[in-house]
Nanobody
Framework: VQLQASGGGLVQAGGSLRLSCAAS????????MAWFRQAPGKEREFVAA????????DYADSVKGRFAISRDNAKSTVDLQMNSLKPEDTAVYYC???????????????WGQGTLVTVSS
């Protein structure tokens, strides 16, 4: 599968951004989809994940209540709506996919190229 992330940019603290990831090459609707991020000098970390039809959602504590993941299986896209952004949300954001195995935060097989989000204070 190929994943193409977009939507990153520069935003002031308190603002919003919407990231989008377009998937191609396999039965997208059967995959778990997720967003991860990597800040400068830090390890990549889990942000959010969504199951086949959106019935299962998982969020990192640091973004819960501020970020929302969604997917459109007809368009093979997964979005991340990010609200109330903080400077500590600054990172390269990656979308990822894998065959669902019940583990939402680890061992993703396919990765997009990343899109940079910068939140100024």
């Amino acid at each position: 599968v190929q994943l193409q992330a977009s939507g990153g940019g520069l935003v002031q603290a308190g603002g919003s951004l919407r990231l989008s990831c377009a998937a191609s090459g396999r039965a997208f609707s059967r995959d778990a989809m997720a967003w991860f991020r990597q800040a400068p000098g830090k390890e990549r970390e889990f942000v959010a994940a969504i199951s086949w039809f959106g019935s299962i959602l998982d969020y990192a504590d640091s973004v819960k209540g501020r970020f929302a993941i969604s997917r459109d299986n007809a368009k093979s896209t997964v979005d991340l709506q990010m609200n109330s952004l903080k400077p500590e949300d600054t990172a390269v954001y990656y979308c990822a996919a894998k065959v669902i195995d019940g583990r939402w935060r680890v061992e993703y097989e396919y990765w997009g190229q990343g899109t940079l989000v910068t939140v100024s204070s």
